[in-house]
T-cell receptor, first 112, second 115 residues
Framework: SQQGEEDPQALSIQEGENATMNCSYKTSINNLQWYRQNSGRGLVHLILIRSNEREKHSGRLRVTLDTSKKSSSLLITASRAADTASYFCATPKGTGRRALTFGSGTRLQVQP | NAGVTQTPKFQVLKTGQSMTLQCAQD?????MSWYRQDPGMGLRLIHY???????DQGEVPNGYNVSRSTTEDFPLRLLSAAPSQTSVYFC??????????????FGPGTRLTVL
């Protein structure tokens, strides 16, 4: 099973609304990352939060991390049609944690 | 910088054929990885490399080989293509940072269909 699991699997909102996506993971981590994937394209890194951080902001993005619950959330405020994409959380894995394990993603649709 | 480049963009193979997916990066990144993404799914790690001459298996390595003779290149070889290998393949790279795992930079992907 995936190390990271996002929910909801799909989310449809109106422009201007906030979008919240959640991610749960199973093993201990030193950081958690969020990526965006536009349809038919590669993934783009959005934000990284370290295990000793509880909240991080980047523009309209807000990420929280609760290591006791092994969960993270991504909040996109004042959403735009251009935010329509799939969003994935990812945690390090492999020897020395050099690669990533991805969840199955949340498909966000922002209606104009 | 071109970043991470992948060729070809699209490929159709017949069952049993072999081929190599190319991946190159010009950012002098030490770490490189290959993932596959099936429809509606997240990415699954196939193989990864922490430097030239060093590779390791990921979650789904069967049917694939890799080698890393240079820092820049990390080709993925399909030995005998099967329909189950129909997928989109992404290559990624990451710089080495002391004591911290950093973000990955992804290529645009190769869409492979095996008939």
């Amino acid at each position: 099973s995936q190390q990271g699991e996002e929910d909801p699997q799909a989310l449809s909102i109106q422009e201007g609304e906030n979008a919240t996506m959640n991610c749960s993971y199973k093993t201990s981590i030193n950081n958690l990352q969020w990526y965006r994937q536009n349809s038919g394209r590669g993934l783009v890194h959005l934000i990284l939060i370290r295990s000793n951080e509880r909240e991080k902001h980047s523009g309209r993005l807000r990420v929280t991390l609760d290591t006791s619950k092994k969960s993270s959330s991504l909040l996109i405020t004042a959403s735009r049609a251009a935010d329509t994409a799939s969003y994935f959380c990812a945690t390090p894995k492999g020897t020395g944690r050099r690669a990533l394990t991805f969840g199955s993603g949340t498909r966000l649709q922002v209606q104009p | 910088n071109a970043g991470v480049t992948q060729t070809p963009k699209f490929q159709v193979l017949k069952t049993g054929q072999s081929m190599t997916l190319q991946c190159a990066q010009d950012m002098n990144h030490e770490y490189m990885s290959w993932y596959r993404q099936d429809p509606g799914m997240g990415l699954r790690l196939i193989h990864y490399s922490v430097g030239a001459g060093i590779t390791d298996q990921g979650e789904v390595p069967n049917g694939y080989n890799v080698s890393r003779s240079t820092t820049e290149d990390f080709p993925l070889r399909l030995l005998s293509a099967a329909p189950s290998q129909t997928s989109v393949y992404f290559c990624a790279s990451s710089p080495r940072t002391s004591g911290e795992y950093n973000e990955q930079f992804f290529g645009p992907g190769t869409r492979l269909t095996v008939l």
